[in-house]
């Protein structure tokens, strides 16, 4: 009997662990999302400060930003939506 305790207090504890995880995931996607929507307001600022400076210096170029691809390093969801699969 002792054995059985031991394994149901094992799966809550898992089960506890699981859905701090899902939730943990739930705020990540929503700061991923509002994070996206910022990207969204700040392009049309960058580009219009880009054409200022090309404006202002015409033999230099403006500087781009050139975006990254996202990696599971930058990109939390990527890494927990693999762990989810994984269980």
Do not use: W, Y
């Not at 504890?13 to 969204?40: H, P, S, V, W």
């Not at 049309?44 to 054409?51: G, L, Q, S, V």
């Amino acid at each position: 009997m002792k054995g059985v305790v031991d394994l149901e207090g094992r799966v809550l504890i898992l089960k506890n662990e699981l859905a701090a995880l899902r939730d943990t995931n739930k705020k990540l996607e929503e700061f991923n999302r509002k994070l996206g929507e910022q990207n969204l307001k700040l392009e049309p600022f960058i580009m219009k400060m880009e054409a200022q400076v090309s404006k202002r210096h015409p033999k230099q170029q403006a500087a781009m930003i050139i975006p990254q691809p996202p990696t599971a390093s930058t990109c939390p969801t990527a890494t927990l939506q693999r762990i989810r699969q994984q269980t």
